[in-house]
């Protein structure tokens, strides 16, 4: 399609950091001894990612932590879909981008839908993205992104944090994202926050869970690489009960990347919604 391009430089790309990553993974592969090699494709058979292997039940190191991973996965349980309006503000790579008039809307299984506008109504931004598709429309400069996507790709390559879609969708109703992980524990911070720590066999911590000190709301989530530092840190500064439904009314999240920032003023849980919200055709 004639119009069909890149996404803007804004939403940062990085496509040679990508790429310089990709090659030092791989230099990193080949100076791998064959004992070392050995080892890490023994460890891939045991694990729950060798070929035909069971899955791990996760342990949990009491029945309060499972009691309170099962709550916190299944929090708003009734809850389909939501829409909301608020501030947007994105920075990336120190570069500051506040969209003050914005509108998103999601639903089950993770499809998201966001809707950047000036002051005086005229659409600046849009970003959708469905089982199938991640598609962004940069209305102002008539560029237009489409690519395929699925449950586990991120979207770092487009936004200042790289968070898969449904992830994002599920921070945003209040929910942890979906983490496969082989046991959980309780801990306590060294600035006193309760914590509860996911791991796998093999790697250590992979993800920690905040909470809140009075009713084990979910405040924070932070996703580990496989060094064991921080992907990203999304906190959840607000709530409100909205139709019965405790929602997130401030989502931060942060990552060496930028930040990403949203201020909802008004939430419509269950709102009505159709697939074609979730796709954004191609420009005439």
């Not at 996404?7 to 950091?17: E, K």
């Not at 500064?237 to 003023?265: C, I």
Request: net charge positive.
């Amino acid at each position: 399609m004639a119009n069909a391009m890149r996404a803007p430089a804004m939403m940062s790309i990085h496509f040679d950091r990508l790429a310089g990553r990709i090659i030092k993974t791989m230099r990193g592969a080949e100076a791998l001894g064959r004992f070392h090699l050995m080892a890490a494709f023994i460890l891939a058979l045991t694990g729950c990612a060798g070929f035909g292997a069971t899955p791990v039940t996760p342990q949990y190191d009491t029945a309060a932590t499972h009691d309170l991973m099962v709550a916190l996965q299944s929090a708003n349980p009734d809850l389909i879909s939501c829409k909301g309006l608020g501030k947007v503000r994105m920075t990336v790579d120190g570069a500051r981008r506040t969209f003050d008039r914005a509108a998103w809307a999601g639903a089950e299984p993770g499809r998201m839908r966001f809707d950047a506008r000036t002051p005086f109504g005229l659409p600046i931004l849009s970003l959708a993205c469905n089982e199938s598709y991640l598609t962004v429309m940069a209305h102002s400069e008539g560029r237009y992104y489409h690519q395929p996507i699925d449950a586990n790709q991120r979207l770092g390559k487009i936004l200042s944090v790289d968070i898969a879609c449904r992830d994002l969708y599920r921070l945003m109703i209040g929910r942890p994202p979906i983490i496969d992980y082989h046991s959980a524990q309780m801990e306590i911070t060294m600035a006193g926050e309760s914590t509860i720590v996911l791991k796998r066999r093999y790697r250590g911590p992979v993800a920690r869970l905040f909470l809140d000190e009075v009713n084990g709301d979910l405040t924070g989530f932070e996703l580990l690489n496989v060094h064991g530092q921080r992907r990203y840190l999304a906190q959840i500064k607000r709530r409100r009960t909205v139709d019965g439904f405790r929602l997130p009314y401030q989502l931060r999240l942060e990552s060496s990347q930028g930040h990403l920032a949203f201020d909802m003023l008004r939430l419509y849980p269950n709102a009505p919604v159709s697939a074609s919200l979730f796709h954004i055709p191609p420009p005439n």
